[in-house]
């Protein structure tokens, strides 16, 4: 069995872009990936493409229908906003398997405006007369189990939006690209309580893209810009006992990264950087513990100490995070990757984290019911 | 209360037609919502025999433990606790903000995502004592006029 190496790595700019479909935003990202590896799509074999609202368009063929057709078997994944990772893990395990050499994931997405959800039910429609079923509400109501047994305040969910928007600044991929200051997330407008808008990841369009392949030809292609898979993980939610009422992104994503951190045969104190999923601010602090970067409730003095922050112990979302960067839900998943891939190789510019070696990425997928995924990469 | 009914929804009477019946027959607006023939309601889990999980729909097996034995259903509530909730302020088009999403976790071992009224957002605390009571779930009527039944949370004692 091969180990896998990504030895191309990159992303569009995330943002609206009204005038392209996702078809086109994921062949941009594909591309800009193939040249990143310095290879055609010729020499791929195998395309796994991640998406939520556009899986069913068959996004890895249309891929190759904008940039080559040649044949290459295509799958196309759906699952939720763990949609890219999903596609990454495919194609890792596609050249684990031995059956591929070569093997590229895309994840895009053209997200719908506006708040999401709001699901098809027969009867009266249950926003309101049973509580709120919108992701903020729902992420909200996390952050408050949080907030009820430690005592963890609006600010210090608010200060992981001020960070991740800082990180934004040095990062010409992200979407919003402004210092927000925490007394302006704390003035933006209240969504669901402790959650304002500059704390929920923004809806916008964007597409990212890696390249996988097995150690021969990662050899031959050279290995001094190659990133070795540690870890590759993918969970559904185990039974807890008051899902999907309360729904618990804690269980699914510590089932996951317990299985990468066994997997990869290391530790949260091994890491050198993480991307994980905040796509509200109480998540990145849930996460903190559900990863073990810190102990059981000390996820808010983890943000108050800045460790978390780039130049800190533990840099983590230095991409922006899906507050700042965005969140195209099926691109999440491949982005994170690219932001390590391009740390681990010191290509990261103004924000890269100082001799970074390994780095995780953790995503959520959710729609009552969840999934998680990890992957843990090492500078080859 | 701000609308709805307690405890128990009486059906508009109908001519003693069996189509006239049907139409005024409520209808359950929520899962755990169980409406007797005389259109009393109650809310209703589904306990797993063999390791006791508490369910609110009707799985085909035990989600907790897989096992095949049919779920037996329980009463729940009226009595519970919050133990988690949210300050609503921006909802889907045409939602009335804001209000209290709440997670209560009632008598009998069955939780449920439900509407807190009757009490200040700022109010709202862990563990807070609170009640189910059943309503008309906004006085919204199917398509064939049928109207339905719902429930909402207030704090002890609010509702009486």
Redesign the interface.
Known sequence: MSDAFIVGADMIRFGRHPDRTPFQLAAEAALLALDDAGITIREVEAIYAGSTFNSASMVAQRVLQLIGQTGAMCVNVSNACAAGATAVRQAILAVKSGEYDVVLAVGAEKNPRG?MG?PLTE??????????V?P??IF???G??HA?RYGTTIEQFAKVAVKNHHHATMNPKAAYRTETPLEDVLAS???????TKLMCSPNVDGAAAVVVVSERKARELGLARAVRVRGSVLVSDP?E??AP??FDPNSVTRLAVGKAYEQAGLGPEDLDMVELHDCFATAELLHYENLGLCGEGEAGRLIDSGDTALGGRLPVNVSGGLLAKGHPIGATGVANIVEVVHHLRGEAGARQVEGARIGLTHVLGFASVAAAGVHVLEKA | MERGMQGRIEAPVGRRTLVQSDKTQAQPAHKAIRVAADGSAVIEGRKCVDCGAVVADATMACRACGSRTPLEAVRAGPGGKVFSWSVIHRSYPGIPVPFVSAIVDLDGGLTLKGTLRGIAPEAVHPDLAVEAVIDDAGGILDKEGRPYVGFHFVPKGVGQ
Not at chain 1, 123 to 132: A, T
Not at chain 1, 189 to 195: N, Q, R, S, T, V
């Open positions: 708040l709001g009867g009266p429609p249950p926003e309101g007369l049973f509580g709120s919108a903020p509400s909200a109501e996390a408050m189990v009820s407008e209240m969504i669901a309580w402790p959650l039974y006992a008051r009422e309360m």
